[in-house]
Structures are given as structure tokens and as C-alpha cells.
């Protein structure tokens, strides 16, 4: 069901949790008292219902709380917008001003509207296209060069573990190079797009500690690999 959605640009991050995934108190009263409704630009999304399947972990990216983003919406930049990202469903989900009746049903964007947001320091893009097994979405950058990008698909699944469903969640790492997708599983995959620097690439790596291709132990360094490699002539 198509809905309006307000919208407004300021600065800043802050976080505001909800108890049991769910708003507490009256969203609508506090989003108006931020922003004022006479600053808006209104928007379209949909009606959405936030639930909870596991009893103790989310579906949601960092914390289960609503959490000030900044989102590229049809070419227009906003700030400060209180959001969540629900990485199982891949779908980013604003508070809803629309009212009081209004207050228990945030707003789900249309994400092929989304070219991007940013969660504190990380940013998150819209693909428009089919990536390996992954429908169309939004994926984490975490390097983006002139002619390179480093992407990584954030997934959440449900595990049953001793009779209770739990969150896991996954990355799948992808390198963006002449508008085609190279899934990162091992070193030797990233070698053969640079087949004439793989001493290079293999020094780098064991300087940065790294650790394994697809399970990296930090992304900024895996993102440092990814810069190295696009430098080298």
C-alpha cells in the first residue's frame, strides 16, 4: 500500500532503541518535534509490520534500533533520517509521521528508489541487478575506486539451534571491475585479475596480516588489498 513519506536534511548520527523491535511511545509526536512537518519533502513508500522471530538476536544491521541515516532517495540527499536496515528482508525502513494511527507502521522505502545510505560509518548501495545468487539489492562499499569497487553482500538467515531460532549472519565479498562481478573467495581468485603482480599482491597481503580472503580480519584492511591492486601499473 503506497503511503507518504516525510523526509528532511540535517546533521548528525544518534541512536534510539525500541523495546522487542517495536516503538515505544509516540514516534509521530517525537519525528514532528525533530524536524517540524513545514520542512518535509514527501516521498512513497509502503506500510510495514516490524516482527520478531528469534528471542534472542535480530534481523536487523548493527543494533535493533532506530538509528539516524543518511539517505540518497531519487537523486535527493537527506539527513538525520531515523531508520532501520532489515538485512533479511533487504529492505530500509523509516519511521512514520503520518499520525497517531499510523505510529505501530513505519515506512518501507521502494529500494530501487534507494541509491544509497550510510549507517555511522558505513555505506550501503543499491545494485540493480542480479550479483551470483543475490537478487537485486543493497550491498555494503567498502571500497570504491576509479576503477575498481570493493562490495559486500550482508545477509541474515534463521538457524535452529536447541529448539530456538537464531540469527547468523554472512558476508559474501565481491570485486567490481569493467562492469562485471568477481565473487572473492580465495586469494587466487583475486590473483587472476592482476596476473602479472601476484608477488606483489601476495607481499601486500601477508604485510596487512589479512588473514583469509573471504573472511578477512578487518574489511578496511581487505579494502587497503583492494586499493593496493588497482594502483599497480
Known amino acids: 500500500m503506497a503511503v507518504i513519506l516525510s523526509l528532511i536534511a540535517k546533521s548528525t548520527f544518534a541512536q534510539y532503541p525500541i523495546d522487542n523491535i ?28 516490524l516482527t520478531r522471530k528469534s528471542p534472542n538476536s535480530h534481523a536487523y544491521y548493527g543494533k535493533s534500533a532506530w538509528t539516524d541515516m543518511h539517505i540518497t532517495y531519487r537523486n535527493q540527499a537527506f539527513y538525520n533520517v531515523s531508520a532501520l536496515y532489515n538485512i533479511e528482508e533487504d529492505a530500509l525502513i523509516i519511521v512514520n509521521n503520518l499520525g497517531p494511527s499510523f505510529t505501530a507502521y513505519p515506512i518501507k522505502l521502494q529500494k530501487e528508489h534507494v541509491e544509497r545510505f550510510e549507517i555511522g560509518d558505513d555505506s550501503f548501495v543499491y545494485i540493480d541487478e542480479q550479483v551470483s545468487w543475490h537478487a537485486k539489492g543493497f550491498y555494503k562499499a567498502i571500497y570504491e575506486g576509479e576503477e575498481v569497487s570493493l562490495l559486500s553482500k550482508v545477509f541474515k538467515r534463521l538457524d535452529l539451534k536447541h529448539r530456538v531460532l537464531t540469527y547468523k549472519e554472512n558476508n559474501h565479498y565481491f570485486l567490481k571491475r569493467d562492469g562485471q562481478f568477481y565473487r572473492l573467495k580465495r586469494l587466487s581468485g583475486l590473483l587472476k585479475l592482476y596476473p602479472n603482480h601476484k608477488k606483489e599482491i601476495r607481499q601486500y597481503k601477508r604485510e596487512l596480516a589479512l588473514g583469509k580472503i573471504d573472511k578477512p580480519a578487518s574489511e578496511a584492511k581487505l579494502s587497503r588489498l583492494i586499493e593496493f591492486c588497482e594502483n599497480l601499473k
Open 22 to 49: 517495536l516503538l515505544e511511545g509516540d514516534g509521530t509526536s517525537w519525528y514532528d518535534h525533530q524536524i517540524g512537518l513545514q520542512h518535509t519533502l514527501l516521498q512513497h513508500g509502503e506500510l510495514a509490520v
